[in-house]
């Protein structure tokens, strides 16, 4: 069984958030992991002071004025802090209800890539993100490939993934997705948007390592599916806290 590390990109307003979810990982997630969070530097001194165990590693980095935007470019960098062979991309407000294991984000040994035709999907997914990554990328998005979290990757689909945009643009990594423009939920559909990095490592990963990844319609997910995603830029809430708490 290859190695797996679950990676967590947070910031202030969601540690509530983050706290709890993580709760449920080391609860219900049944294959070895380390959980690596990456948060601001004003975070340190809160999530230190949770004491929950070993297998769970924090890392600090200076916010960017787009937090949104470098919260992207810290989940497509997320092998300079894992040497595993896969690596897990688990927002702070995804949780895992249920036990599961890495077999479920798997076939036949291959990490699951879902998809759904842009026609079928969310008007909004593709006109925010299929622009911006089909520049980066040097490619048409043709289909979004954001629809199934968490995300599984191999650890290479990430560096390679990033060498491929240097390539297109010409520019650095950082360079290239860089923003400096500050990110406000209520202005989403207006924000300049420079990349998506679950889009981006997706289609890399289908277009350049389709042998090693297993695509699959989101229409086939199992119905059960144990993890679910809150969107945490909507309020924290007691019917939330009431369902966590009780799962705990």
Known sequence: MPTCDIIRISYRKDLTWLYYSTKLLLKNWQTDSRIIIRVDDDCRETVEGWDLGPKVIYRYVTPWPDGYTQ????????????????????????YLYEPASLDLLMHDGKPIVEYCEWHLGDPVAERVWRGPTSRVMGMDLDRDYMVQSPFLFW?????????????????????SVYSGVPFRPENFLSHPVTFSEHEALNLYAVKFQGDRYHLRRNTERPANWPFRLYWSHGDWCEDVAQRILTSL
Do not use: P, W
């Not at 997320?78 to 995804?94: E, K, Y």
């Not at 689909?157 to 010409?170: L, Y």
């Open 71 to 94: 919260q992207m470019y810290l989940k497509m960098i997320s092998d300079d802090v894992s040497d595993a062979d896969l690596l897990m991309l688990c927002d702070s407000d995804l």
């Open 155 to 175: 650890r290479d689909t990430f560096c390679k993934t990033r060498q491929h945009i240097v390539n297109v643009t010409g520019r650095g990594f950082y360079e």
